[in-house]
């Protein structure tokens, strides 16, 4: 299992918790609260990226890391996943062809996400780490649009890594940013290990598990997971794309998974969701947590933290009166708070399963 990596902007330890700065943003947070909270990396989205600001825009302004005033690790994720979820909801939105994707998030707006595009895009930014572009999947498709996913993913994985090594002969640096190919496939397991061996043929380092995690019942698709995961190589990242929920991410880093991004902590931040230990905390236990509702109207003289096992500078400042508050008043605050409590939570679990390994 890959134990650390070195990237043009500094060296991390796995496994690690990237949250979603999907525009560039932790919602809420700046800089010294991300590093406060232990925040090795941030996950950006390069095809929100290409609609606001612009790569231009980012290029012009001395990259991304420059931009957002971030030191740390930054992953661009390719956009394939988002295209996904907003054709699903509509196919007025896209189209997924052989040479890629033209998205059209609007009737003003239309982009052409080839693998070319896609790589130019995260380079010129600056990512650290690089995701090829793929062509993202639900469980419950049919055998036809998998195998599709498959083909497409390969033949656009191929583009992206020559890409990719075209810019690096142009552009030579002394630490290069990383590739990770994405593995396809669904629930079918012949289409998963196609897609893996292709990939692994081609060449990458590091490899992500593609496609929706759950099934239509919201649970873990825990077999194609941990099969998934033996098809990648062991010394190597191996990356649990979107997988959010704290039990989820336990069970993944047991199956080999040592790099996890997710929405979960910081979007239910916002809507006043809260993470605390239960007392004695034990991973093997699947309800090593327990959530607080902090809008309650319970809490409204409630002078304690948000959890007393915690040391994050929300919990050792503020009361969850106060907390309850701040929302009661809609105040950012609020959000910027309660965020800082949760991503504290999700880096103190992956501190946790480091110690276990």
Same mark, same amino acid.
């Given at each position: ?63 991304? &890391? ?37 998205? /059209? ?12 595009? #896609? *790589? ?39 583009? #992206? ?9 142009? &552009? ?79 069970? #993944? ?47 409204? /003289? ?9 040391? #994050? ?9 106060? *907390? ?34």
């Amino acid at each position: 299992m890959a134990k650390s990596l070195n990237l043009p902007s500094g060296h991390i330890k796995l496994p690690a918790f990237f949250p979603d700065s999907t525009n560039g943003v932790v919602r809420s947070l700046d800089k010294e609260d991300l590093h406060n909270v232990n925040t090795q990396g941030v996950v950006t989205n390069i095809l929100h990226l290409m609609r606001n600001p612009g790569i231009s825009v980012i290029k012009d302004l001395g990259g991304l &890391h420059r931009f957002i005033n971030w030191d740390g690790i930054i992953l661009t994720d390719s956009g394939g996943f988002q295209v996904f979820s907003m054709l699903r909801e509509n196919t007025k939105y896209g189209t997924i062809t052989d040479e890629g994707i033209i998205f /059209r998030p609007s009737s003003k707006e239309k982009i052409e996400l080839t693998p070319e595009k #896609c *790589i130019q895009a995260q380079y010129i930014c600056g990512s650290d780490i690089i995701m090829c572009l793929d062509y993202c999947t639900h469980p419950d498709d049919s055998p036809e649009i998998n195998k599709l996913s498959v083909d497409s993913t390969i033949r656009w994985a191929q583009r #992206c890594k020559y890409e990719y090594n075209r810019l690096l002969d142009q &552009h030579p640096k002394d630490q290069h940013p990383l590739i990770f190919g994405i593995i396809q496939g669904g629930k079918d397991k012949e289409l998963r290990k196609r897609c893996a061996d292709s990939l692994i043929e081609i060449g990458f380092d590091g490899y992500g598990f593609g496609g929706w995690p759950l099934d239509k019942k919201g649970n873990l698709l825990i077999d194609i997971l941990e099969y998934t995961a033996k098809l990648m190589p062991d010394n190597l990242p191996k990356y649990a794309m979107g997988i959010g929920k704290p039990e989820n991410i336990v069970i #993944c880093a047991e199956l080999g998974y040592d790099l996890f991004d997710c929405v979960v902590p910081t979007r239910e931040a916002r809507h006043g969701k809260l993470y605390v230990f239960n007392p004695e905390v034990d991973l093997k236990e699947r309800n090593f947590y327990t959530n607080i509702f902090i809008k309650e109207e319970k809490y409204t /003289r409630d002078e304690k933290p948000i959890s007393e096992y915690c040391n #994050c500078y929300t919990c050792r400042n503020f009361s969850r009166a106060y *907390i309850h508050h701040l929302f009661e008043l809609e105040d950012c605050l609020a959000f910027r708070l309660a965020t800082i409590h949760n991503l504290y939570f999700y880096n103190e679990i992956i501190r946790l399963i480091k110690e276990k390994e």
